[in-house]
């Protein structure tokens, strides 16, 4: 098959090597000067493979006619410019639920329970001089989700077997959840011991997780972000957790990452993890058999399996 693609950052190894056997692939990151390279090339490039396209690129592409992204949100990709320039988007929805509300309820349980400090306290031999004390569960408390998809809903039925009470905050009330809905999201923080923040990013839900957001919250209360890293005011929430006046923050994700706030460091009552929440195994096979799958579905004429535009 003489179609040719684009990838712009190395992907999966599994993935890398499904696109080779069918496509003729051009790393565009292995590029000395990669301006050149498209000016040559990019005309016979017909898809590209990975996230984060933006409109520059999509202008150096003239016969672009998919984007095929690996996860599932695509805030990192300018899908205006594609839909005014006809590109379809495609990218990973469902097949990475699960792995994202496990690392979700492992966080949870990790910072209410002190599970890093506990390892560590315990290998830097200071349990020979006395116990690390008491900390609070999960069970009996009040966990508003911000979010309720696909993703929220496992992190829910999860949180709900752990015997937490469930309450969730979106842009309209859904039928046939079993969930109390709240319609203002400053009042369910108000009313929650933790909040779980699981919404897609871009301009619609920057900081949307606000200064007034937090503090309603409050120093007994516990952020979880495991969606993006704009949804959340980090300068108000690094300020809060260090003055205690916000009980506790377990973050997978981050404004500027791969950079995390150094003051954050320092505090004991935040779990910090790098971007995790589909990093398996199986989960990121399956991310890229899917982002193969759309693109294989394209070529040959048929229904993309999960487009966005
Ligand atoms: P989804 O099924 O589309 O669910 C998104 C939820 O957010 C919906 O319930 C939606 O409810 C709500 N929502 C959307 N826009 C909103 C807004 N402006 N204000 C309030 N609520 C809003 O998406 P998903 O598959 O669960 O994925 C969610 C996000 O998780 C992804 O976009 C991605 O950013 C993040 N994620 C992170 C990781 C990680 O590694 N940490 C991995 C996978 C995904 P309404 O329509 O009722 O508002
Ligand atoms: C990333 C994610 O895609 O799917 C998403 O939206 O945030 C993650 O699954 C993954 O970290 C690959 O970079």
Redesign the pocket.
Known sequence: MTIEILQTGPLLASCEKALAEKYIVHKLHEQADRNAWLKVNGARIRAHAGSGVQAKLMNALPNLEIISSF?????NIDTATAKAKNIRVTNT??V??DA?AE?TVGLMISLARRIPQGDQFVRNGHWLNGGMGLFSELTGKTVGI???????KEIACRLQAMKMRVVY????K?DNVPYTFYDK?EDMARDSDWLVV????GK??ES?VSRAVLEALGPQGYLVN???GTLVDEPALVELLTNKKLGGAAL??FVEEPKVPEALFALDNVVLSP?????THQTRDAMGALLVANLDRHFAGEPLISPVV
């Open positions: 996860g599932v949100g695509y805030d929805p469902d990475l639920n994202v690392l911000l979010g309720l998809g696909r993703i929220g905050y979106g842009r309209s859904q999201l699981i919404a897609p990013g619609s839900t949307i495991v969606a993006r997978d994700v971007h995790q929440g589909s990093a």
